[in-house]
């Protein structure tokens, strides 16, 4: 038996230069839902166009087969037949006609292809705007006189009127607030599994496509990057473009700081050659630029990646280390693994004395582990300065926790940083100093005048962390490891630190291992948290579970010590005479201070 529905190698150029679809192939079976979601530009909009025959040649080729009729180079009058009745679309906005009332939209359809007479097509009218959830009264109004959830309602309506085999959706849930949204996605739900109909939902909201449909197609630039089962798909993304999806879209459960995919989208009249997300991927290599990467199975799914998808950056396996403290052996690391993927921010978290900066010392090549391995980028990482070691080396840069011990008192600014860049040995003396130019204004510091010739002691705490970090980045590192970068600020200059310090991760792409024993900081920079305890890992979980449901009792003690500024509203209430009149203190929150519970 035949699929519903067969794209192979669809393309769309408008004009003979806008790329828009660059050979997109896919099925979808009878009464089967497909989420189609992607950046704005990314071709989704068109292939909803495509895929009720509204794209036609010389501008579309390849095949688009809809119930074994090929749509594309059909005549107008074969189309005219297979719309409505074979494929259904409702269009992002909802073009209404302004003159004519909602109702008598509705029921055209059913007058003019189904041939029902005016009370008949009323009724039947009245009947779809009910299985939509769309006040029927609503029907004699005009389209101005609805919502934007209400018309979202009588276009849906409208694309049910003939029972079709297939109803396309682009963007049904845009613009909509979220409990009408909600409501609307499980009607759609619904509908699909009552009538039988197959679904392709287009949209950007990721939850509410989830919601929709079993499989997912992720598009970049018009291509398919991924593709395969929804749970695994946007649960556990494979391709870099997916993951940056994901990452950058805001739930109730996000802890850290939005950050968005790195670059911008190609323009489709010059779409890069070999993988179009290449100049955005944190992981590209020569290949990428030079080759394309077609569609290829890795495990349940489908991804476009030389690579077959994410590749770890750094890993680290069984890391042993002890020290000898008063002639008897401590030992600080007790068989910890941890590995980070390229671009991917990984927080490191645990007591005093649990080993994190042990840990940091040697992931970034500044001790040597008494056994086990460390590989940045996939070389091994040792203590040779040697050539080739010391280039993977370089690649992770270890930003300390105290900037007086890493940088020279002897030096001035511009010689701090001129160091690096010289070691190098890359470019003119105008392209390093161009160079250091560039770092200092990246981390908000002056790049002319008298600052350039200040000396360590001339200058705050913030100002010489923010250098640390502008010399670990003139270093072009792939991996950038801060040892409790903030730990000696101020609030407002630890904010300033954290929020260069998450700008320049995303704008580098770089791996980032974030080491503190501050919760609240960690879980608004990275992805994924890491707890250590007596030297062990006793967790390692998403950024926004560990901070919020934390199933250690080591990540939980960390979760109720975390600074909140709960009960300073009770404060707020006893000064007005308005709070409890009980004797005995309040319960302030600070810094986890317990409240009468005992909850932070």
């Not at 609030?491 to 300033?496: F, G, K, Y």
């Amino acid at each position: 038996m035949t699929a519903l529905l067969e794209v192979r190698d669809l393309a769309v150029r408008y004009g003979g230069e806008v790329a828009a679809l660059r050979g997109l192939s896919f099925t979808l079976e009878r009464g089967e839902a497909l989420a189609v979601v992607g950046e704005s530009g990314s071709g989704k909009s068109t292939l909803a166009l495509g895929l009720a025959g509204l794209v036609q040649p010389p501008e579309a080729s390849g095949s688009v087969r809809l119930a074994s009729e090929e749509l594309l180079g059909a005549p107008p009058e074969r189309l005219r037949r297979l719309r409505w009745s074979t494929v259904a679309l409702a269009l992002q906005g909802a073009p209404f006609n302004p003159v004519t009332t909602v109702g008598a939209q509705i029921a055209e359809p059913l007058r003019v292809r189904a041939g029902a007479g005016r009370a008949e097509a009323a009724a039947r009218s009245r009947e779809l705007a009910g299985a939509v959830l769309l006040d029927p009264d609503l029907l004699d109004r005009y389209p101005h006189e609805l919502s934007g959830g209400e018309r979202r309602r009588a276009s849906l309506a409208m694309a049910l009127a003939l029972d079709p085999l297939l109803v396309v959706l682009d963007e049904p849930t845009a613009g909509l607030d979220p409990e009408t949204r909600g409501e609307l996605v499980a009607r759609i739900a619904a509908l699909a599994r009552q009538r039988g109909f197959a679904l392709v939902a287009i949209s950007h909201d990721l939850p509410d496509v989830a919601a929709l449909a079993p499989r997912t197609l992720v598009l970049y630039a018009g291509e398919a990057m991924e593709a395969g089962p929804t749970a695994a798909v946007l649960g556990h993304p494979a391709h870099p473009y997916t993951w940056g999806l994901v990452n950058a879209f805001p739930v109730m459960s996000t802890t850290k700081d939005l950050r968005p995919i790195r670059g911008r989208p190609p323009d489709p009249r010059s779409v890069p050659g070999g993988c179009p997300f290449t100049p955005r991927c944190t992981q590209a290599e020569e290949v990428c630029r030079d080759e394309h990467a077609d569609l290829r199975p890795v495990g349940a799914r489908l991804v476009a990646c030389h690579f077959g998808g994410l590749r770890d950056l750094l890993v680290a396996r069984d890391l042993e280390r002890s020290f000898t403290r008063g002639g008897a052996a401590v030992r600080a690391l007790a068989g910890v693994s941890l590995t980070v993927r390229h671009g991917e921010a990984v927080g490191v978290v645990g007591r005093s004395g649990s080993g994190k900066s042990t840990l940091a010392r040697i992931i970034s090549g500044h001790l040597a582990p008494d056994a086990g391995s460390v590989e940045v980028a996939g070389q091994p990482l040792g203590p040779s300065w040697r050539a080739a070691a010391g280039r993977v080396r370089r690649q992770a840069q270890l930003v300390m926790q105290d900037p007086w011990d890493a940088l020279s008192p002897r030096l001035r600014v511009e010689a701090l940083l001129a160091e690096p860049v010289d070691l190098l040995g890359e470019g003119s003396a105008e392209d390093r100093h161009r160079a250091v130019a560039d770092a200092l204004d990246a981390v908000g510091l002056p790049a002319t005048g008298p600052f350039l010739g200040a000396r360590v002691h001339e200058l705050s705490g913030g100002q010489l962390q923010r250098i640390v970090l502008a010399r670990a980045l003139l270093a072009r590192p792939r991996l950038l490891v801060a040892d409790e970068p903030t730990s000696m600020l101020d609030a407002s200059e630890q904010a300033r630190l954290l929020v260069v310090l998450r700008d320049e991760q995303v704008g580098r792409g770089l791996g980032l291992v974030y080491v503190s024993h501050d919760l609240a900081a960690v879980r608004k920079v990275v992805d994924r948290i890491v707890v250590l305890e007596g030297g062990r890992v006793v967790e390692d979980g998403p950024s926004r579970r560990v901070a919020t449901a934390p199933r250690s009792p080591a990540a939980r003690r960390l979760v109720a010590a975390a600074a909140t500024l709960e009960g300073l509203e009770d404060l707020e209430d006893l000064e007005a005479g308005t709070g409890p009149t009980t004797a005995g203190p309040p319960a302030t929150g600070w810094a986890g201070s317990p409240g009468p519970s005992g909850a932070p």
